[in-house]
């Protein structure tokens, strides 16, 4: 039979091929979307966990949905984007008696699972799912505490105004650990002091 030389098409150039026609370009534009839109979901996590760190209101509620949304942070109950801030606002932003930001938090967030639905025909994806696992930490200082946990995300994504922002967020708490700082000291910058003050 003698050597064969097999061709493949590039990306992009699927279209070319008589045996697979405009059906291969729709999929790998099709899969472009989904890895946009994948991109877009992480970067609107980090931006809310980012907001909660950094104790905004503002930032924290810019992440969901404008009505109807639901939030589930197990101890905190079940309830929609709006009262959440105002749970956020009383924890966040509670002062210690040096003026100082009582809590310090931080969120780290990783090995997500993202699953961006199937639009219709020519559209880009507006609707998605995800899970994400947390690592938590924060320290008390009135109450001179250090607490780690864990806990896993299960969201709901959707497109709106032409952003991803969240329909839901339901976090199941893992297993935490409270322990006293035992003197330790707690250093916070002087801006957080003010800006949990405001």
Known sequence: MGDQVLEFPAVGQFGLCASHGNEANVGVVQLEEENRARLAIQQLKYRYWRACDAKDP?????????SGGVLDFGPLGRTDPDTMVGIFRQIALATAPDG??????MHHGFMPAITVE??????????????WTLQFRQ????AGTETV?????ADV????DGRWVMAECLFTPGWSITRPLDGATVTVPETAGAEAAS
């Open 157 to 160: 994504y959707v497109v709106e």
């Open 118 to 131: 199937t639009p219709g025909p020519g559209g880009p994806p507006t609707r998605a799912t995800g899970t």
């Open 149 to 153: 946990s864990t806990g896993e995300y």
């Open 100 to 105: 100082g930001p009582r809590v310090l938090d």
């Open 139 to 142: 320290v008390d200082r009135v």
């Open 58 to 66: 503002d930032g924290f509620r810019a992440c969901f949905v404008a």
